[in-house]
């Protein structure tokens, strides 16, 4: 079965500094796509960037960018430029590409960021 | 455009009681599902559904129940609720491409906080 984790349940970092947030997962498939989503107190969840298993290069977005190491089943986060609005909980996820449950989402426990002003 | 709509927003039940969460999405995507949120879990998922007609398990169904008669729609039941069921809901929905839906970007509602006392 596939599991993601994260080992950081909390993390904090100074506006404008850059953080990172760790994630590693398990699988045995060799095509699927991970994830990493925001979730403001407003409960919504924001998806912040996505990652092909097939794709060497690391994905950005902004200011959001990913470190993805597929033989060491990693997959961080790393956020530059930090501002006050990342304040949020953090999940990273990860799907199957094919297969009858390819778009079922497996999520990892969270990683709570705070900003320091 | 409404995206995925969850109603209610918070619900208060007694332990037996039985209730409905309604999804609802306008932008005829074909993947549904639903997850809970606990403290300290991350999201799991409940039930999914492919199409219209067509549902399948997640990780934690017991003590729910899905259909999906058409495309817009996916309410998650609660025959009987129990406290272990306090949770946030959070239905999401995923366009597909030639039944392909693991590339696409989900959709979440804002969420269902439900208390069983």
């Known amino acids: 079965a596939q599991t993601v984790t994260q080992s950081q349940p909390e993390m904090s970092v100074q506006e404008a500094e850059t953080v990172t947030l760790s994630c590693t997962y398990d699988?045995?498939?060799?095509?699927?796509?991970l994830f990493w989503y925001k979730q403001p107190p407003s409960r919504q969840m924001i998806l912040v960037i996505r990652?092909?298993?097939?794709?060497?290069q690391n994905a950005t977005e902004n200011r959001f960018s990913v470190n993805f190491q597929k033989a060491a089943k990693s997959f961080s986060l790393k956020i530059s430029d930090s501002q006050l609005g990342d304040a949020a909980m953090y999940f990273c996820?990860?799907?199957?590409?094919?297969?009858?449950?390819?778009?079922?989402?497996?999520f990892g426990k969270g990683t709570k960021l705070s900003v320091k002003p | 455009n409404a995206g995925v709509t969850q109603t209610p927003k918070f619900q208060v039940l007694k332990t037996g009681q039985s209730m409905t969460l309604q999804c609802a999405q306008d932008?005829?995507?074909?993947?549904m599902s639903w997850y809970r949120q606990d403290p300290g879990m991350g999201l799991r998922l409940i039930h999914y559904?492919?199409?219209?007609?067509?549902?399948d398990q997640g990780e934690v169904p017991n003590g729910y129940n899905v259909s999906r008669s058409t495309t817009e729609d996916f309410p998650l039941r609660l025959l009987s609720a129990a406290p272990s069921q306090t949770s946030v809901y959070f239905c999401?929905?995923?366009?597909?491409?030639?039944?392909?839906?693991?590339?696409?970007?989900?959709?979440f509602g804002d969420g269902t906080r439900l208390s069983i006392l």
């Open positions: 559904s492919v199409g219209a007609g067509i549902t």
């Open positions: 932008m005829n995507h074909e993947y």
């Open positions: 999401a929905s995923s366009y597909s491409i030639s039944g392909v839906v693991s590339n696409q970007p989900q959709h």
């Open positions: 990652q092909e298993a097939y794709k060497q």
């Open positions: 996820a990860y799907n199957l590409h094919y297969g009858g449950s390819q778009g079922n989402l497996i």
């Open positions: 699988t045995s498939e060799s095509d699927y796509y």
